[in-house]
């Protein structure tokens, strides 16, 4: 356990020293000795993330392991800007971290307030935007040759690679299907950010910058460029505008993070 500690701290203050600014929720999956160790991070400060407040924001926390047995994630060790589980990891094959959550939140004349429109509204704000967010990420990793689950969580919004490589290196493509409410969706933007790049991953739609962007074809698909190694994020994001009377711009966003050599 102290030497996945020391490992922990030494990616996330040495690894990943840029920081940019921006929406997102991120999961990553390394193998660690006998042990897979899931790190949880979310917030606008990519890749420390924002102060870690435990799983109860998140409405599903799982690793998917070899078998297909989906494990929820009951604990995380809590390391500042992010949270980790270590699970053991005795078969070999490919595991999925999965992680799921939902969140309104209100743009204010006095800033951003945590809830929904009518709660700000009874606290005595001016309301500006409301928006509510369903947010999901996922990351692969292989433990060695063996067995491999339906690349596919159920997410509501979710990128899925036709087939995941034991190995990814910089330079190899990645073929994908985008999935919206678990149909194949067309003509939608794909970012991708390195953990050392300084660009921004956040809303596709808006102003927001990405090392790389695909568009989806009429069948979903992309193709995906390993642009750089290390961890690459790749985001997708469906927004729906005055879906209900008290949310101005309804949010589907979703992160695949992949481990590039």
Partial sequence: MKKILFYAFLFFTLGTSKITYAHHQIAYLAPFDHYMVAFISSGHHLPMGEKFSGLKRYSEVIVIDPSGKRIPIQAATNMGAFGFSVLPSDQKGLYILGISA???????????FIGTKKEALKAGRKVIEAKHTFRFSKSYRWNGQGAAPNLRVGHAIEIVPDKMPQVLKKGDELPVTLYFKGKPAANMIIGVNSMTGSSEIGHPHETEKFLTTYKTDENGKAVLKMSDSGWLIFMAEKLIK??????DKLYYSTTLTLWVE
């Fill in 102 to 112: 939902e969140h309104y939140g209100v743009k204010t004349t006095e800033g951003y």
């Fill in 242 to 247: 005055n879906p209900e009377p008290d949310v």
